[in-house]
């Protein structure tokens, strides 16, 4: 599937024809979707760290960025903002949070009419 959806853009591409549309479906569909397709496709190990990040990326947007429930609403300074969230968060190998660390504030842009775009394939 993903190669032919990959072949209908080279082709659009090719003839100047490339559809771009938001993409607003909602990030807990995705990543349940992701977490189904993650077994199939990596070993047991790899599946239990990418849980292990998504179930972490839940938590802090639960958090810090309560508003963002549509794919389309990620950006990179909410992923940077993550990225800061979680080095400065301590975790146990188990990844439960301890009481030690500490989180920065975080500040969601919502931004009307802020680009929330994928590229269609027809």
Request: proline share 7%.
């Amino acid at each position: 599937m993903a190669e032919l959806t990959l072949k209908n853009i080279e082709v659009r591409l090719s003839q100047n024809d490339l559809t771009v549309v938001p993409n607003d479906e909602p990030l807990e569909t995705f990543l349940e979707a992701f977490v189904e397709y993650t077994p199939t496709n990596n070993s047991p190990a790899t599946y239990r760290r990418y849980t292990a990040v998504i179930d972490h990326f839940k938590r802090f947007l639960r958090e810090r960025a309560p508003t963002v429930r549509r794919l389309c609403q990620l950006s990179p300074h909410l992923f940077e903002q993550y990225k800061t969230w979680r080095r400065d968060s301590t975790v146990t190998p188990n990844g439960r949070q301890t009481k030690k660390g500490s989180h920065p504030k975080t500040v969601v842009d919502d931004v009307p009419g802020r680009a929330c775009l994928t590229l269609s394939a027809k």
